[in-house]
């Protein structure tokens, strides 16, 4: 079975540009997550899906970030415009239903902003 | 206040030492789970073990083996006679309910580092 796909694995951008992140998830998982890591702390989710719907992104910075899955399947966060101290790795994860579930997350995607 | 907290920052340990990271949680939920991942050097989050709050049995699995005890709310991980590819970044984190969906919050993780 294949895992969470993520792409690019890495991104080097200025302040002020704009960048996109684009996951897949395990076929057949209804929910989705974007969570930010920056270097020395844990995952800190941004924003979760069920299907196609937002279930939380209260802890998305929304003058600045966003993402959609407009299929319910893949899915992209985008960050416009991006600051230094968004540099992090962008996990994305997801599990099979709506309940307290695993996720499996995916590679990450690494940024750094200069 | 953090709701999941993992105060071992690092640790260093020579091959076959046994190792046990630590885990508090913080929850008002009397339902709720349980996880650990590892996060080896490449990068990618793996799932170790999930654990609900009305299963306080301690589980064992191969070398690895976990303690949760609600009474101290915490959620303790074990590695017997660690190896040099146990070494890791672990995290524990916590789901609850809130408001028909799940929260899940991480800890700050601990670095482990095996030496040979």
């Known amino acids: 079975e294949a895992g969470v796909a993520q792409s690019p694995r890495y991104k080097i951008i200025e302040k002020r540009q704009s960048v996109a992140f684009w996951c897949n998830p395990i076929s057949g998982h209804a929910t989705l997550y974007w969570y930010q890591q920056i270097l020395g702390q844990g995952p800190k989710l941004l924003i979760q899906?069920?299907?196609?719907?937002?279930?939380?992104d209260s802890q998305l910075p929304k003058d600045r970030f966003s993402a959609e899955r407009l299929k319910g399947v893949d899915s992209t966060l985008k960050i416009q415009p991006a600051k230094l101290e968004d540099s992090a790795v962008y996990l994305c994860?997801?599990?099979f239903g709506r309940g307290q579930e695993t996720q499996y997350f995916g590679p990450g995607t690494r940024l750094l902003v200069l | 206040a953090q709701k999941v907290t993992q105060a071992q920052t690092e640790i260093s340990v020579v091959e076959k030492e046994d190792v046990t990271l630590d885990c508090v949680y913080e929850t008002r939920d009397t339902t709720y789970y349980l996880f650990w991942y590892k996060q080896p050097p490449s990068g990618e989050l793996v799932f170790l073990i999930r654990r609900n709050s009305f299963d306080e049995q301690n589980e064992i699995s191969g070398r690895y083996s976990w303690n949760f005890q609600k009474s101290t709310s915490s959620f303790n991980f074990t590695i017997t006679a660690s190896q040099v590819v146990d070494s890791a970044v672990y995290f524990c984190a916590l789901s609850e309910a809130s408001g028909g969906f799940n929260k899940f919050y991480f800890g700050s993780g601990t670095k482990l580092n095996v030496k040979p």
């Open positions: 994860a997801s599990s």
């Open positions: 899906f069920q299907n196609n719907g937002v279930v939380d």
